[in-house]
């Protein structure tokens, strides 16, 4: 099976079924995702294979392939948060992974400084520096910003030593990759941004773990606000 065929039947149904196209209830057959997507049996079965593995869908025999509630939906998708991004939903999930990062991201801050290596404790000083330089340049709607806010949060989650906060690198890394393919990044960073991230990064390597959690949560509240203000990121 062409991997760029199973990929686009995919992506076509995920993304009606995430911007509301299909909604809940609705009930699709494999020889109807056939017809309308031109596609043959085996992709179309193996599509619909991945979407019930996201909670998206449920196939029955005789029923058929039934969408399912929103709340049963795998929300760490990396792949559903960004059909989410590119529909109606875009403004709920910003601001539910914001909520999760100013959950989440302090307390990996504070591990952070007690468990972080000396080699990570650099990288996390050397990626805030890239983001001072870049973002004082109006650059911070580039590649290269884009890359280092990346790793640096990355990093941050990698460097607290545990396992379940590490896993939210995918979702974070989703939509920080989303808002600026949808050209939602600012070239200038919101006030206060790059300073930020600068005395996390202090507070880590200094191994500060209360500097670190308190410094993190004024970062993360900083985003929270800046994506929840009305109309912030209307296109």
Same mark, same amino acid.
């Given at each position: 099976?062409?991997?760029?065929?199973?990929?686009?039947?995919?992506?076509?149904?995920?993304?009606?079924?995430?911007?509301?196209?299909?909604?809940?209830g609705?009930?699709?057959?494999?020889?109807?995702?056939?017809?309308?997507?031109?596609? #043959?049996? @085996?992709?179309?079965?193996?599509?619909?294979? /991945?979407?019930?593995?996201?909670?998206?869908?449920?196939?029955?025999?005789? /029923?058929?392939?039934?969408?399912?509630?929103?709340? *049963? %939906?795998?929300? !760490? &998708?990396?792949?559903?948060?960004? %059909?989410?991004?590119?529909?109606? !939903?875009?403004?709920?999930?910003?601001?539910?992974? $914001?909520?999760?990062?100013?959950?989440?991201?302090?307390m990996?801050?504070?591990?952070?400084?007690?468990?972080?290596?000396? @080699?990570?404790?650099?990288?996390?000083?050397?990626?805030?520096?890239?983001?001072?330089?870049?973002?004082?340049?109006?650059?911070?709607? #580039?590649?290269?910003?884009?890359?280092?806010?990346?790793? !640096?949060?990355?990093?941050?989650?990698? &460097? #607290?030593?545990?396992?379940?906060?590490? @896993?939210?690198?995918?979702?974070?890394?989703?939509?920080?990759?989303?808002r600026?393919?949808?050209?939602?990044?600012? #070239? @200038?960073?919101?006030?206060?941004?790059?300073?930020?991230?600068?005395?996390?990064?202090t507070?880590?390597?200094?191994?500060?773990?209360e500097?670190?959690?308190?410094? &993190?949560?004024?970062?993360?509240?900083?985003? %929270? *606000?800046?994506? &929840?203000?009305?109309? $912030? %990121?209307? $296109?």
């Amino acid at each position: 099976m062409p991997a760029g065929v199973h990929q686009g039947v995919l992506e076509d149904l995920g993304r009606r079924i995430a911007i509301g196209d299909l909604p809940e209830g609705s009930v699709l057959t494999l020889s109807g995702i056939e017809d309308d997507c031109g596609a #043959s049996r @085996t992709v179309a079965r193996e599509a619909v294979r /991945v979407l019930e593995s996201l909670g998206m869908v449920e196939s029955r025999r005789r /029923v058929g392939i039934t969408v399912q509630p929103r709340r *049963q %939906w795998d929300a !760490f &998708s990396p792949r559903l948060i960004d %059909w989410n991004l590119s529909g109606p !939903f875009r403004q709920s999930q910003l601001e539910a992974l $914001a909520e999760l990062r100013v959950a989440a991201e302090p307390m990996a801050a504070l591990l952070a400084a007690r468990r972080a290596s000396v @080699t990570q404790k650099a990288e996390l000083r050397r990626l805030a520096d890239t983001l001072v330089d870049l973002g004082e340049r109006g650059l911070g709607d #580039s590649d290269e910003y884009l890359q280092a806010d990346v790793d !640096f949060h990355g990093l941050v989650l990698e &460097s #607290s030593a545990n396992p379940q906060l590490a @896993t939210l690198d995918g979702p974070i890394r989703s939509v920080l990759l989303g808002r600026n393919r949808l050209g939602l990044t600012p #070239s @200038t960073p919101v006030p206060g941004t790059l300073e930020e991230h600068v005395r996390v990064a202090t507070a880590i390597a200094d191994g500060d773990g209360e500097a670190a959690e308190a410094c &993190s949560r004024s970062h993360m509240h900083t985003v %929270w *606000q800046e994506l &929840s203000s009305p109309g $912030a %990121w209307d $296109a």
